[in-house]
């Protein structure tokens, strides 16, 4: 989807983004401050292949991830986990998850799919750029182990947590983890 009209900025652009490295083979791609639909994504690396937690809301935004993904490793992304429905969260995987394997939890996937693109209403004067928020292919209800080169990740739904679908998204190994929006090291996500 692409629109047109007064520009309506959502936050700092693309290129304010940073990458992090949280542990060996485990960075976070963060977007500043500053506005709506700014997320940040995780970035697992193994010998040959990455993985994603999250992508972005529009097209530039989703490029500077892979971006950033290319930076790191020369190898493609072979795992998308979305953390939950919202389009910067989302909307990316079109652009990012065409090789990946898609995983979200199960309730992930079908408000995903009712909701479509309707965030871009919220704000129309914003260029989306071209953004598909393709729905993931494997589905999840209390936990899911991803192994992912050395790296073992939990996909763990904590079932009266709001919003409902958000899961802790952890690897015991690196110490690290990523609850949707909240990235940390060393310690679960106080949200």
């Known amino acids: 989807m692409t629109t047109t009209g007064p520009a309506t900025p959502l936050a700092p652009g693309p290129a304010s983004a940073e ?3 949280l542990a060996d083979g485990v960075h976070a791609w963060l977007q500043p401050d500053g506005g709506w ?12 292949r990455v993985a994603l937690v999250d992508t972005a809301a529009t097209e530039a935004r989703s490029r500077a991830l892979g971006a950033a993904v290319a930076g790191l490793s020369p190898h493609p992304v072979r795992l998308l986990v979305n953390t939950h429905l919202h389009g910067d969260h989302s909307f990316g995987n079109g652009i990012l998850g065409k090789d990946a394997v898609l995983v979200a939890h199960e309730r992930t996937r079908t408000e995903m799919a009712e909701a479509g693109l309707g965030l871009t209403g919220l704000w129309p004067g914003v260029d989306w750029g071209h953004v598909d928020p393709v729905l993931p292919q494997l589905t999840y209800r209390r936990r899911l182990t991803l192994h992912h080169g050395d790296l073992r990740v939990e996909l763990i739904h904590p079932a009266r947590r709001t919003p409902p679908t958000t899961p ?10 990523s609850r949707g929006t909240y990235s940390c090291r060393g310690r679960r996500p106080s949200c």
């Open 19 to 21: 990458t992090v490295a």
């Open 37 to 48: 639909c700014v997320s940040n994504a995780g970035i697992l690396l193994a010998p040959d």
């Open 168 to 177: 802790w998204c952890g690897s015991p190994s690196s110490a690290s983890c």
